[in-house]
């Protein structure tokens, strides 16, 4: 009957510890439903979004008279001389693609989470898939495309194209569980899909450490268990 109740008590412990360990396991990985993927290009993200973007070289008036810039907004050169005048368009346009439903442990994530959260980071991508057009009038210059025949001298009207990934930092303390969903904890710190931190957001508040309630139940069963036996003796 002892041995019994000694194996009883120490199931019942251990279930208690695996409950509290669990808890502190780190959240998995963000998934998306599917790739997200620039079409034109072929282009792939390492993970939740996407964004192409595209600066082309331009005359901008200067204080000695025009210097050539890159820039991803169109200078009007209307008022330009003849020989300091613009495209009058770009022949392509900067976009951004993010993932429409993420899911973290098999729950969905809440969609105020990449928002306040993601961060932008540049990266290279493989251009294997890069269409014969395309490949025809880019080639790899630096961690992106470039137009120009040759990159060491670019000529105005020649286009540089750069891709960013959006990624989320590691979730553990800035995410709760609710309604089936992970929403942003209160303590989570805030910032926007820029990778910009937010200035007037509150320091993160430390998550509460869970030894303290794994020890209490511990000692609640231990307290139990005694006075089961203290009553069968």
């Not at 290009?41 to 050539?68: I, K, P």
């Not at 810039?69 to 022949?91: C, I, K, Q, T, Y």
Request: aromatic letters at 8%; glycine letters at 6%; a positive charge.
């Amino acid at each position: 009957m002892r041995r019994a109740a000694w194996l009883a008590a120490t199931a019942c412990l251990s279930l208690l510890a695996a409950g509290a360990f669990a808890q502190d396991a780190p959240l998995g990985a963000p998934q998306p439903d599917r790739t997200v993927r620039d079409p034109e290009f072929g282009v792939r993200a390492r993970h939740l979004g996407l964004e192409r973007r595209v600066t082309m070289l331009q005359w901008q008036r200067a204080a000695s008279g025009y210097a050539r810039v890159w820039s991803e907004d169109l200078v009007d050169s209307s008022g330009f001389d003849a020989s300091h005048r613009n495209p009058a368009a770009f022949p392509l346009q900067s976009k951004r693609w993010v993932a429409r439903s993420v899911t973290v442990d098999g729950k969905p994530l809440d969609a105020t989470v990449l928002p306040a959260l993601g961060i932008w980071r540049d990266f290279r991508p493989s251009f294997n898939a890069l269409p014969a057009n395309l490949a025809a009038t880019f080639q790899p210059e630096g961690d992106g495309l470039g137009s120009a025949d040759n990159p060491l001298d670019p000529q105005v009207g020649d286009l540089r194209i750069r891709w960013r990934d959006l990624d989320l930092p590691p979730l553990d303390d800035r995410l709760v569980l609710r309604d089936g969903r992970w929403q942003l904890s209160p303590a989570a710190p805030a910032g926007d899909v820029q990778g910009r931190a937010d200035p007037s957001a509150a320091p993160p508040v430390p998550a509460p450490a869970r030894w303290p309630w794994l020890f209490a139940v511990l000692l609640l069963a231990l307290v139990a268990v005694g006075l089961w036996w203290k009553r069968r003796a």
